[in-house]
């Protein structure tokens, strides 16, 4: 079973530092046989200019409080790309709450404003749908639902888009790379786990993924974290046959905890083509209100 960790602080810390090649660090080769991948405790030290002891007491979970100066040290030493900086000043408790940087937030609402719903329905050329930051699909258009699935056939409870990418068969064919989709699957969760802590509906969706699927529990140990971007994925759709799509994500200002993601092709391609033949086959069906 996969659980959210009581000390995420700690265990990203390490993760991190085990991931990280001492050479890449600028570690010099002192002969000494390293019994674990990764930094030793005592070059994250010197590197982030902090006592061992500290290093220690944070990994263990015996101290969270932090200054922002020395996660910057530790993000600097780790090497850490942007999201993996984010996640870190995330799941830290700061000294200084006036310079902190991504602030844990409350669980995701599920409310679409009307004109929101309004906006998809005048994208028909589109497939586009509204997720909150736990990938809770909250609303869809006839474009989404003929690329990926009838999201009105999904049980409210089911209806979430990583949910579906790991325990749906038929979700799970769509993509041309599953492992690479699910790995980004499990990095968007974890990230938004670090941020939301205490979001009851995130903690039982991780259970039971951790639960259901080996590959979750695998990659969810990995704490790879990152944020939403823009991305290009590979479908193989029954109908229509392989797609290469941008999926873009754009932030909503009136609803800052949901997002708007929207699937294109490149002009005159012959993914471009077959989305076209798409959502005009899916227009002679049967209608698919969300």
């Not at 609402?109 to 589109?126: N, S």
């Amino acid at each position: 079973m996969v659980e959210l960790p009581g000390n995420e602080l700690g265990a990203f810390l390490r993760s991190r530092r085990a991931a990280l090649d001492p050479r890449e660090a600028g570690m010099p080769d002192d002969g000494r046989l390293r019994r674990v991948p990764g930094l030793r405790r005592e070059e994250l030290a010197q590197l982030a200019h902090v006592s061992v002891d500290y290093v220690v007491r944070l990994e263990q979970g015996r101290t969270r409080r932090v200054s922002r100066p020395v996660l910057d040290a530790l993000a600097e030493a780790l090497r850490l790309a942007p999201d993996e900086r984010d996640y870190l000043f995330a799941v830290a408790d700061l000294t200084d709450v006036s310079a902190a940087g991504p602030v844990r937030r409350r669980a995701a609402r599920t409310e679409v404003a009307p004109r929101l719903r309004q906006l998809l329905d005048t994208m028909p050329d589109v497939p586009a749908m509204v997720l909150n930051r736990r990938m809770d699909v909250l609303a869809w258009n006839r474009g989404a639902a003929a690329l990926l699935t009838d999201f009105g056939g999904v049980p409210l409870p089911e209806r979430n888009l990583i949910r579906l990418t790991f325990l749906d068969d038929d979700f799970r064919a769509l993509y041309g790379d599953w492992p690479r989709a699910a790995r980004e699957c499990v990095a968007v969760l974890r990230m938004e786990a670090g941020r939301t802590p205490d979001d009851p509906a995130l903690a039982a969706l991780v259970g039971e993924l951790g639960v259901r699927d080996p590959d979750f529990r695998v990659w969810w140990a990995t704490h790879q974290v990152r944020g939403p971007r823009r991305l290009t994925k590979v479908y193989v759709h029954p109908v229509a046959g392989t797609l290469t799509l941008d999926v873009q994500q754009f932030s909503v200002d009136t609803h800052p905890d949901q997002q708007l993601v929207a699937y294109t092709a490149q002009p005159d391609s012959p993914s471009y083509e077959a989305l076209r033949f798409l959502l005009q086959w899916s227009s002679t069906r049967t209608d698919t209100k969300p």
